[in-house]
C-alpha cells in the first residue's frame, strides 16, 4: 500500500516537479487538482497540459500515472477576500502577510485529497508546500503539514503519510531536482506548459516561462531560474 500516493497537483513549476518526484518514487500515483475561483484559472487548463505531456515524453513513468481528480470547491474563492480569489492589488496586510494568502487553502485541500485518498487506497499524499523559497504562507510551514498529517491520520483511523520534497529547498534547487528527475527535457515542460504566475497571464514567455514577471510567484521562479542555470554553467 505505501507504494501508491496522490500528487496535489496545481499544473505549477513545484507539483510538477512533485509529480515527477513521486512518479519517480512509487507505483501508482493519481493526481488531485482544485477549482477554487482561483484568479489565475488558466492553471487548470496547463495542468491537463503538463498531464499529456509527462504521459507522451516520458513512458517509463505514464504506465504508472492514474486517473486525475478535479474538485470544485469555489465556496472556498467566495469566503475569500484575497488577491488570489478577486481582482485586487497585491500588496502586504498589516500582519505581514502578502494578501495572496488564502486562510485555510492548503488545510482543505489536504483534508479533500485525504478524503479521495482513503477510498482510493492511496495512504501517501505529495505537496509542494515549502518554507524555504515562499510568500510567508503559514499553511505551507513544515509544522503544519505535521500536525496536519497527525489529524488526518486520527480523522480517518487510518495512517496518512504527507510527503512534502521541495519543502527545505529554494526554488533553484527545485528547478535542478527537475533537471536531476527528468532531464532537460522535464526542465523545458516546466517551462513551456507549467503556471505559477497570480495574474494568470501567459501572454510572454520569459526564459523561465510565462507570467507577468513581477507578481511574488513570478519573482520566486525567475530568481531561481537564473540561479540554476548560473549553477549549471559553472
Aim: charged share 20%; glycine share 8%; hydrophobic share 35%.
Amino acid at each position: 500500500m505505501h507504494n501508491r500516493a496522490i500528487v496535489l497537483f496545481s499544473g505549477g513549476q513545484d507539483s510538477t516537479t512533485c509529480l515527477a518526484w513521486a512518479l519517480q518514487r512509487y507505483d501508482y500515483v493519481e493526481t488531485i487538482g482544485f477549482d477554487y475561483g482561483q484568479r489565475h484559472s488558466i492553471e487548470l487548463e496547463c495542468r491537463l497540459k503538463v498531464l499529456g505531456a509527462i504521459k507522451e515524453q516520458f513512458p517509463e513513468w505514464s504506465n504508472r500515472l492514474g486517473i486525475d481528480h478535479l474538485l470544485d470547491i469555489r465556496l472556498l474563492g467566495q469566503i475569500s477576500d484575497t488577491a488570489m480569489t478577486a481582482e485586487k492589488t497585491i500588496e502586504f496586510e498589516q500582519n505581514g502577510l502578502p494578501n495572496t494568502f488564502v486562510p485555510g487553502r492548503n488545510l482543505l485541500f489536504l483534508t479533500f485529497a485525504a478524503a479521495i485518498a482513503y477510498r482510493r487506497g492511496l495512504p501517501i499524499l505529495v505537496g509542494g508546500m515549502c518554507e524555504t523559497d515562499y510568500s510567508g504562507y503559514p499553511d505551507c510551514r513544515d509544522n503544519t503539514l505535521k500536525a496536519t498529517q497527525v489529524s488526518l491520520s486520527l480523522g480517518m483511523d487510518s495512517p496518512v503519510i504527507i510527503e512534502t520534497p521541495l519543502m527545505w529547498l529554494t526554488k533553484a534547487q527545485t528547478w535542478k531536482m527537475a533537471n536531476d528527475l527528468g532531464g532537460e527535457k522535464l526542465v523545458t515542460l516546466i517551462r513551456n506548459e507549467s503556471h505559477t504566475c497570480y495574474l494568470g497571464i501567459r501572454d510572454h514567455k520569459h526564459a523561465w516561462g510565462y507570467g507577468c514577471g513581477e507578481c511574488p510567484a513570478c519573482d520566486l521562479r525567475r530568481i531561481g531560474y537564473s540561479e540554476f542555470v548560473r549553477d549549471q554553467d559553472v
